[in-house]
T-cell receptor, first 113, second 114 residues
Framework: GDSVTQMEGPVTLSEEACLTINCTYTATGYPSLFWYVQYPGEGLQLLLKATKADDKGSNKGFEATYRKETTSFHLEKGSVQVSDSAVYFCALIMNTGFQKLVFGTGTRLLVSP | NAGVTQTPKFQVLKTGQSMTLQCAQDMNHNSMYWYRQDPGMGLRLIYYSASEGTTDKGEVPNGYNVSRLNKREFSLRLESAAPSQTSVYFC?????????????FGSGTRLTVV
């Protein structure tokens, strides 16, 4: 079945460091791809999305590019802040019929001052 | 905009007790979902409702029941709580163009079964 694989965490960085969180997917067709963020004690919020190959999603300084050839959707940020500390979830949904979001297991990011 | 509202936010149950988690959305979304979140396991789908009047099992439905009361409300019931059901529960909703917009999540219910 369709699945999403994320890098194990936690990822620990100092403020202003560069961030990459890897995400790869397995799907029978061409899904839409999402990154969600969960701040401590809160629900998941949509961070960014891409609906077709080569699309780049971006929000709050985060970016991810839909790479069909490598089936990847890595999350990147050039300079992280302490306020970016959260759990990040990669997810996919197929574009045909009624489908459900498939989540990765999440990657915790810890940013220290 | 309230979005997706879950009640209660916290609950402690004794083994064998029952309870219902409430979820309501005000975005006129057709589809609603219940997930549980456990450490190291991400989010697992318990039940979902593709549209008003329909419900279907997800990955981990055992020990739970659901009711789609109307288009706005989707409740999750634990008939006889077990310690394995200690978790954080999230409700979510989506519109028909889910592939463009994903889901909107509630803030969660933290349930402890002792």
């Amino acid at each position: 079945g369709d699945s999403v694989t994320q890098m194990e965490g936690p990822v620990t960085l100092s403020e202003e460091a560069c961030l990459t969180i890897n995400c790869t997917y397995t799907a029978t067709g061409y899904p839409s791809l999402f990154w969600y963020v969960q701040y401590p004690g809160e629900g998941l919020q949509l961070l960014l999305k891409a609906t077709k190959a080569d699309d780049k999603g971006s929000n709050k300084g985060f970016e991810a590019t839909y790479r069909k050839e490598t089936t990847s959707f890595h999350l990147e940020k050039g300079s992280v802040q302490v306020s970016d500390s959260a759990v990040y979830f990669c997810a996919l949904i197929m574009n045909t019929g009624f489908q459900k979001l498939v989540f990765g297991t999440g990657t915790r990011l810890l940013v220290s001052p | 905009n309230a979005g997706v509202t879950q009640t209660p936010k916290f609950q402690v149950l004794k083994t064998g007790q029952s309870m219902t988690l409430q979820c309501a959305q005000d975005m006129n979304h057709n589809s609603m979902y219940w997930y549980r979140q456990d450490p190291g396991m991400g989010l697992r789908l318990i039940y979902y409702s593709a549209s008003e009047g329909t419900t279907d099992k997800g990955e981990v439905p055992n020990g739970y029941n659901v009711s789609r009361l109307n288009k706005r409300e989707f409740s999750l019931r634990l008939e006889s709580a077990a310690p394995s059901q200690t978790s954080v529960y999230f409700c979510a909703s989506s519109e028909a163009t889910v592939t463009n917009y994903g889901y909107t999540f509630g803030s969660g219910t933290r349930l402890t079964v002792v």
